[in-house]
C-alpha cells in the first residue's frame, strides 16, 4: 500500500512561486518514478512533470518548461514540485503519483498510486 499526500498549495499572485511537496508512505518509494499533474477547472487531468527513481532524469510538459523544477528526496520519501513564474492559468489541483516503473514517463495511465491533491490558485 501506497500512500501519497500533497502539500504546499495556495493562493499566489501572477508571477510569484511555489514549492509543492508530496510526502509518501509504504513501501519502495525510491524504486519507482514520480509524477505531477494537475487539472483544472473543466479541464482534462494534465501531466506537469516526471523525475525518475535515481532523480537523475526528469521530463517537463512544455507548458511548464522553464518554470517549474521537480526535485525528490529518496531518504525522505518526498518529491517536489518548484513552481516559478506562475500564470493564472497554471491554477489547479496538483496531484502527486507513483509509476510502475523507475524511468520517465508523461502518461496518467502508467501511474498507479494517486495523492488526493492540493489547490493552486494564481490570480491575475
Known amino acids: 500500500q501506497v500512500q501519497l499526500v500533497e502539500s504546499g498549495g495556495g493562493l499566489v499572485q501572477a508571477g510569484g512561486s511555489l514549492k509543492l511537496s508530496c510526502a509518501a508512505s509504504?513501501?519502495?518509494?525510491?524504486?519507482?518514478?514520480m509524477g505531477w499533474f494537475r487539472q483544472g477547472p473543466g479541464k482534462e487531468r494534465e501531466f506537469v512533470a516526471a523525475i525518475s527513481w535515481t532523480g537523475s532524469n526528469t521530463y517537463y510538459a512544455d507548458s511548464v518548461k522553464g518554470r517549474f523544477i521537480i526535485s525528490r528526496d529518496n531518504a525522505k520519501n518526498t518529491v517536489y514540485l518548484q513552481m516559478n513564474s506562475l500564470k493564472p492559468e497554471d491554477t489547479a489541483v496538483y496531484l502527486c503519483?507513483?509509476?510502475?516503473?523507475?524511468?520517465?514517463?508523461?502518461?496518467?495511465?502508467?501511474?498507479?498510486?494517486w495523492g488526493q491533491g492540493t489547490q493552486v490558485t494564481v490570480s491575475s
Open positions: 503519483a507513483r509509476a510502475g516503473v523507475a524511468g520517465v514517463i508523461p502518461v496518467a495511465r502508467e501511474y498507479a498510486w
Open positions: 509504504g513501501r519502495l518509494f525510491s524504486n519507482f518514478a
